[in-house]
């Protein structure tokens, strides 16, 4: 059948490609060169000499190097069921389960557990893994302004006598802003309301929490925590991701998580992988307190020469630097200057609030921290004029509220 050109799939994607390039928001793959700010590694284990000797050591003794189908057809083993177990106990839950990346494990926990008639509360700057699980499962949807707890606490009131159950959604650590939840608050407004909170701890895993466990670990009441996220791609130099939660839950997903039943699970040598990366994690108090000590110098030098980036204490700094040409202009000349700084635009940020997303790891000296800041200052130095904006009004609430 002949298709009208102006209709076609291939037209409209031209299209779309061209808009994209006019707004300066064409994304392309490249390889980081320099001193890499765009890496998860925080602790430097993804080139970790002991680690790929782990590695090696797997793949040697191992029986096969694929799993051959999903965990409930031929792809599960002992060996995960095992880190499955030691990952639970690291983090003190009742039970993990371990699902093929962070992404499938967000969409497969939210679409499986929420159903259309409950009520799902989600941070404005959730992870656009959780948003996807969010709207997979088709649950009504309320949007809170970012760690806003008065329009939480609001909203879980006005839907006190909905039908269905109530559940909070948020990162601890959250991945573009590099700032923290108020997981306590949460969990208190979630008592008082009877909801149940799923907690992201992505970009805690590792890096926060005594041995780096995370955040959510060392809470003193954990018991409307239905379930914590653990990808595994960031410090842990892996990848994969553990839902943790009550063995029931477990059970249910096992059932449910279509992400989790309809995909081939990862090798069984990427297991010990985990395991591995999970004993050096235990034992990298001195990268985490190094981690500390460059992420609050940077931002110490930043804010000393005017320009805004969060406060608090985490690796993740976002530069926020307005339009989408500010943004690029300023990695292509740090990355001339031998650092690899992806400029991030919408829309995996809200419109106007282009920025670097600074993001260290414990590979990164202190000198380094001080030619990179120096590198920051004069390549901003254009802006001196037209400040950037805060942080407080750049990002808008609501503005990632295209969930
Ligand atoms: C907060 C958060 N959750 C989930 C994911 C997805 O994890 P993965 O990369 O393993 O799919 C990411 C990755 O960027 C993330 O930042």
């Known amino acids: 059948m002949a298709v009208s050109p102006d209709n076609s799939l291939r037209a409209r994607i031209d299209a779309e490609l061209h808009a994209l390039r006019e707004a300066s928001q064409l994304r392309s793959l490249d390889i980081p060169r320099g001193i890499n700010l765009c890496s998860n590694d925080y602790l430097g284990l993804a080139s970790d000499p002991r680690l790929k000797q782990a590695v090696l050591d797997a793949l040697a003794s191992s029986a096969r190097i694929a799993s051959g189908g999903s965990r409930l057809l031929s792809g599960n083993s002992r060996e995960w069921e095992a880190i499955e177990s030691e990952f639970a106990h690291f983090v003190a839950a009742e039970s993990a389960l371990y699902f093929s990346s962070g992404y499938a494990a967000n969409i497969g926990l939210l679409s499986s557990v929420l159903q259309p008639n409950d009520v799902v509360f989600s941070d404005a700057l959730n992870h656009a893994s959780l948003i996807d699980g969010i709207r ?6 309320i949007i809170y302004p970012h760690r806003d707890l008065q329009f939480l606490e609001r909203a879980l009131h006005e839907n006190a006598n909905a039908p269905g159950a109530k559940l909070i959604v948020t990162e601890s650590i959250f991945s573009m802003e590099g700032d923290l939840a108020p997981l306590d608050e949460i969990l208190h407004l979630a008592h008082r309301h009877s909801a149940e909170v799923i907690v992201d701890e992505a970009h805690a895993l590792g890096v926060r929490g005594h041995e780096g466990r995370g955040i959510v670990a060392s809470l003193p009441d954990r018991s409307r925590i239905l379930a914590a996220v653990y990808p595994c791609g960031k410090a842990l130099a892996s990848c994969g991701a553990f839902v943790c939660c009550s063995a029931a839950i477990k059970d249910y997903l096992v059932n449910h998580a279509r992400s989790f039943i309809f995909s081939t699970a990862n090798p069984p040598y990427i297991a010990d992988q985990v395991r591995a990366a999970l004993a050096l994690v235990r034992a990298a108090d001195d990268r985490r307190a190094h981690l500390r000590q460059i992420s609050a110098s940077l931002r110490a030098a930043l804010t000393a020469a005017g320009l805004r980036c969060s406060s608090g204490d985490t690796p993740i700094i976002p530069l926020i630097l307005g339009s ?10 740090l990355q001339s200057a031998g650092f ?3 400029a991030i635009r919408p829309p995996t940020v809200p419109p106007g609030t282009a920025r670097l997303r600074l993001s260290l790891t414990s590979e990164i000296s202190h ?7 120096q590198a920051i200052i004069a390549a901003t130095s254009f802006l001196r004029d037209a400040p950037s904006p805060s942080l407080a009004h750049a990002v808008h609430p609501l503005a990632r509220g295209s969930v």
């Open 136 to 141: 997979l499962s088709r649950a009504r949807k």
């Open 324 to 333: 989408n040409e500010s943004a690029l202009r300023v990695a292509a000349d």
């Open 340 to 342: 690899a700084a992806k």
């Open 367 to 373: 000198e380094d921290v001080h030619r990179l800041a």
